[in-house]
């Protein structure tokens, strides 16, 4: 187990990190780029994982030269996103830290996915009454890889930044954790690099 001691709280990211979703979302993504137009590169979409949708569009719109309306994307991004049949799965490594250090530490919750998602998906999975915060792309105005995300988790939880230890699965996650003062320990493929 994964020495965490020396903090006060855990802030995970969602989606890649604590559920294993970021397959689906890529799905939904591949669908939406291609009914909008847009080039679609797996390693460049999963790269932007944690950023909220409606900023992923402007980031596409600017890469490729396009002007789509970011809240069009968004809305069909979701509807492909809800026609799947997929039930996300807990990430076994971090849902074992999640377990072990719940006792004892303050955890919370920062994810770039709209709130309505992220609550039916912690819901499913019998989290969300088990967190002390949660921060999503529907709570911030600036999503990552800014740390108002993890700012505000930490904040909820009434803890200095320096006292947070942020789990993250993409280099956007890990930026806005550093900016934010917190130590980050990625997760890759669903294992803790340590």
Same mark, same amino acid.
């Not at 020495?3 to 294993?20: C, P, S």
């Not at 069909?76 to 026609?83: D, G, Q, V």
């Given at each position: 187990?994964?020495?965490?001691?020396?903090?006060?709280?855990?802030?995970?990211?969602?989606?890649?990190?604590?559920?294993?979703?970021?397959?689906?979302?890529?799905?939904?993504?591949?669908?939406?780029?291609?009914?909008?137009?847009?080039?679609?590169?797996?390693?460049?979409?999963?790269?932007?994982?944690?950023?909220?949708?409606?900023?992923?569009?402007?980031?596409?719109?600017?890469?490729?030269?396009?002007?789509?309306? /970011?809240?069009?994307?968004?809305?069909?991004?979701?509807?492909?996103?809800?026609?799947? *049949?997929?039930? @996300?799965?807990?990430?076994?490594?971090?849902?074992?830290?999640?377990?072990?250090?719940? /006792?004892?530490?303050?955890?919370?919750?920062?994810?770039?996915?709209?709130? /309505?998602?992220?609550?039916?998906?912690?819901?499913? $999975?019998?989290?969300?009454?088990?967190?002390?915060?949660?921060?999503?792309?529907?709570?911030?105005? $600036?999503?990552?890889?800014? @740390?108002?995300?993890?700012?505000?988790?930490?904040?909820?939880?009434?803890?200095?930044?320096?006292?947070?230890?942020?789990?993250? *699965?993409?280099?956007?996650?890990?930026?806005?954790?550093?900016?934010?003062?917190?130590?980050?320990?990625?997760?890759?493929?669903?294992?803790?690099?340590?």
């Amino acid at each position: 187990m994964v020495d965490l001691r020396a903090y006060k709280g855990i802030i995970f990211d969602m989606d890649g990190t604590l559920i294993d979703s970021m397959g689906s979302h890529m799905e939904a993504w591949r669908l939406a780029c291609e009914l909008h137009g847009f080039p679609f590169d797996l390693d460049y979409m999963y790269s932007l994982g944690g950023v909220p949708t409606r900023k992923t569009v402007e980031i596409l719109n600017e890469k490729y030269a396009m002007s789509h309306s /970011p809240d069009d994307v968004a809305r069909t991004k979701r509807r492909m996103w809800e026609k799947m *049949d997929h039930t @996300p799965t807990i990430i076994e490594s971090t849902m074992a830290v999640f377990r072990n250090y719940r /006792p004892s530490m303050r955890i919370g919750i920062g994810t770039g996915a709209e709130r /309505p998602h992220a609550e039916q998906l912690l819901r499913h $999975h019998g989290l969300l009454e088990e967190i002390d915060a949660l921060v999503t792309a529907t709570d911030v105005t $600036h999503g990552k890889p800014h @740390p108002e995300t993890f700012l505000t988790v930490a904040e909820k939880m009434g803890l200095a930044p320096k006292d947070c230890v942020v789990f993250e *699965d993409t280099e956007i996650g890990r930026k806005a954790a550093s900016d934010g003062g917190m130590d980050c320990i990625m997760v890759h493929n669903g294992e803790i690099q340590l």
